[in-house]
């Protein structure tokens, strides 16, 4: 599949933190999608950031996020991890999102966007079921007609989510071709897409796919390092930290939490993913470690794939990391070694759930655990401050940590 945005580079990228004209960060991104997309991509290739940037639009889109998601949300100072591990250390709260996660920062912003651009009818992918539910939420919200493709085996695995979206109001429908999970989910989204063109927008979950979601759902989700900033400097007096840290599924928290410091490089950056079993166990999702260049879900980035380019089935013990790629702007601060990847174990993930919510009082998501796992294996000193973006609840992961931790 050829790159279909593809043009003479008439822009070289300023900051790390944005890809070139044609979606590219160093040699990640663009758009690799088939022809009859090209016309919806292009649509919101063209009107992306005119709308977006737009006083009309910013003003609607801060109001949501204040009195609908409930920002900001609070930086915290944890005081006994803090002990714990010798260091400052701040969580920024996006597990008190309206939702329980980061993931309706991005919804929010792309309904607003599909309303501006005339659409009357959202459709989106989900594989546990959290953006599933942030894209039904806020369809119900603007009335908008929403469809999720959701694997057949997922809709058995997440029946409360499931639950959730229909109660918002979602027509939920199973993707029966191949594994049954996200990947072919994926792949009935898009031929729903190609079959409506006009009045059907994708709300992408991750910042993932072709140019322009990767950098869109950066922006929506940039709010979070936009206030980690204003608030470290309430608590420290400086704006930046000495160290970021995030999870990386397809890579939309880290994103949002790392976007204002990538620039800064005193700022350092932890991207924190998922060994399931063990790096080389065969049943993994460390992509930066496993993971070779190739073209997955309509962009250039590194991912999980045979020697003969098929996608090797990833695992992990937390449904959000448990992807085979990782997005295109984390492949470029990964490859030139502005970002560093920590690979996390299930084992150490469940270790740090059950310590975070005795430790804190905070029972965070499996997804988030491995961020915190990553604490261990930093080496920190006393008058390092650190922000941990807790990226969810852990309400979701309930059935898990009951059947895991023997509860
Ligand atoms: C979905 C999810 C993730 C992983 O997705 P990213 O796009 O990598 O952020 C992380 N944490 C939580 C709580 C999630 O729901």
Not at 116 to 122: T, Y
Not at 290 to 318: A, F, N, W, Y
């Amino acid at each position: 599949m050829t790159d279909l945005l593809d043009a003479p580079t008439t822009k070289t990228t300023i900051s790390q933190a944005q890809p070139d004209n044609n979606g590219y960060y160093g040699e990640f991104g663009g758009a690799y999608i088939p022809e009859m997309l090209y016309h919806n991509v292009e649509t919101l290739r063209k009107n992306y950031l005119k709308i977006t940037k737009s006083k009309a639009f910013q003003k609607e889109y801060k109001a949501l996020l204040r009195d609908f998601v409930g920002r900001p949300t609070p930086l915290y100072f944890a005081e006994r991890l803090s002990q714990h591990f010798g260091a400052q250390i701040y969580l920024k709260r996006e597990d008190l999102c309206h939702t329980g996660a980061h993931k309706v920062n991005n919804t929010v912003g792309q309904i607003l966007l599909a309303q501006r651009l005339g659409k009357k009818r959202i459709i989106a992918e989900t594989g546990a079921g959290q953006h599933g539910v942030a894209t039904a939420t806020v369809c119900a919200l603007k009335g908008i007609e929403c469809i999720v493709y959701m694997g057949a085996v997922d809709i058995k695995r997440q029946a409360p989510n499931v639950a959730r979206m229909k109660m918002l109001g979602a027509e939920v429908r199973p993707a029966t071709s191949g594994s049954q999970t996200l990947k072919d989910a994926t792949n009935e989204a898009i031929r729903d897409w190609i079959n409506n063109p006009e009045d059907t927008h994708y709300i992408i979950g991750s910042a993932i796919g072709p140019h322009p979601y990767p950098d869109m759902v950066t922006r929506f989700q940039s709010v979070i390092s936009e206030e980690i900033m204003k608030q470290l400097k309430e608590h420290t007096g400086s704006p930046n930290p000495d160290y970021v840290v995030a999870c990386v599924g397809g890579g939309s928290n880290a994103a949002g939490a790392f976007y204002h410091f990538i620039d800064t490089p005193s700022v350092k950056i932890i991207a924190v993913e998922a060994a399931g079993e063990g790096v080389h166990s065969g049943k993994s999702a460390a992509t930066s470690v496993l993971g070779t260049k190739g073209v997955i879900h309509g962009c250039r980035t590194i991912l999980m794939q045979t020697d003969d380019g098929q996608i090797v089935e990833p695992h992990s013990i937390s449904a959000g990391l448990d992807y085979p790629g990782i997005g295109p702007m984390h492949a470029h601060l990964i490859t030139t070694g502005r970002a560093q990847a920590i690979s996390i174990t299930d084992a150490d993930a469940l270790e740090f759930a059950t310590f975070v919510a005795r430790t804190e009082g905070i029972i965070p998501a499996l997804e988030s655990a491995h961020a915190f796992a990553a604490l261990k294996y930093m080496d920190l000193k006393k008058s390092d401050v650190v922000v941990v973006n807790l990226s969810g609840r852990g309400d979701k992961d309930l059935d898990t940590y009951m059947r895991s931790l023997n509860l």
